[in-house]
């Protein structure tokens, strides 16, 4: 077989070769384009303040979105509640009106991976990752000095809270120190330190173990100490002879004489 002929019969191989791969491809495309994306898979859930639920997970083939789904534990139905493109692998649900996050309750996500392509969804984790919401933060109202030198705190009552923390600190201390925890709105420092501001805080807890953020200004009180240079200077009241007293005694009984004709 002279040299032309190997090459024309080289082509005609080679050029068959490349219709049957193309061929192959070509009836592989609908089958590719026709696939479910993957199943996500849940990293984690993490309640970040009282009104916000943060839920991570992994990355899956074939999504070109992620969709976002939540509930009240305990429920059946899922609600929708985010479409995100598919460079998201987190998501932080912020409460509305529409999609609430109550405090004092339990929350649980799912994510579902969706092609917009093939308008088809895969399968998701029916379990989801389920979280308890955290306490309010507190707002502080007040520490007020008594006539005894301790201290009072008052704040106004946090949502999903079950007790509240209070913390004390001052200049020499950087970090909070705990003071007591308490059920109610108040709480009475019986030893504040003296001749010094004292600062306060307080921090929400829950039963579930979460606890809120809190101001990390807090009020502020000066205490004074026992010394006679923190008290504040007494006019003495004024002194009178014999002579002067008998005075004023007659004078103030004209006055009132005169008030009375």
Not at 98 to 110: A, S, V
Not at 237 to 252: D, N, V, W, Y
């Given at each position: ?18 219709a049957l791969l193309l ?80 405090t004092g309750y339990k929350?649980?996500?799912?994510v579902k991976a969706y ?147």
């Amino acid at each position: 077989m002279d040299t032309v002929n190997i090459k024309k019969y080289f082509y005609q191989i080679l050029s068959i070769f490349a219709a049957l791969l193309l061929s192959f491809s070509i009836a592989q495309i609908p089958v590719q384009a026709a696939a479910k994306p993957g199943t996500v898979k849940l990293s984690s859930i993490k309640a970040t303040d009282y009104n916000k639920i943060n839920i991570k997970w992994k990355k899956v083939f074939g999504a070109t979105n992620y969709i976002v789904y939540y509930k009240e534990a305990g429920s059946k139905k899922w609600i929708k509640i985010k479409t995100l493109d598919n460079t998201k692998s987190s998501y932080t649900h912020t409460s509305s009106k529409k999609y609430p996050i109550d405090t004092g309750y339990k929350y649980t996500y799912t994510v579902k991976a969706y092609n917009k392509n093939t308008k088809k969804s895969g399968a998701y984790n029916k379990k989801g990752l389920t979280t308890n919401t955290v306490p309010q933060t507190v707002k502080l109202n007040e520490a007020k000095l008594n006539s005894n030198g301790s201290v009072t705190i008052s704040w106004f009552k946090a949502g999903g809270a079950d007790q509240y923390e209070v913390y004390v600190r001052n200049k020499d201390n950087t970090k909070w120190l705990s003071l007591d925890t308490v059920s109610g709105l108040s709480c009475t420092d019986k030893y504040p330190f003296e001749g010094q501001d004292n600062i306060y805080t307080v921090k929400a807890y829950a039963k579930s173990g979460k606890t809120g953020k809190y101001d990390a200004n807090g009020v502020k009180v000066y205490v004074p100490s026992g010394d006679d240079d923190d008290k504040p200077d007494i006019t003495p009241a004024p002194t009178f002879t014999e002579e002067q007293f008998a005075a004023e005694i007659f004078r103030l009984t004209n006055v009132e004489r005169a008030k009375h004709g």
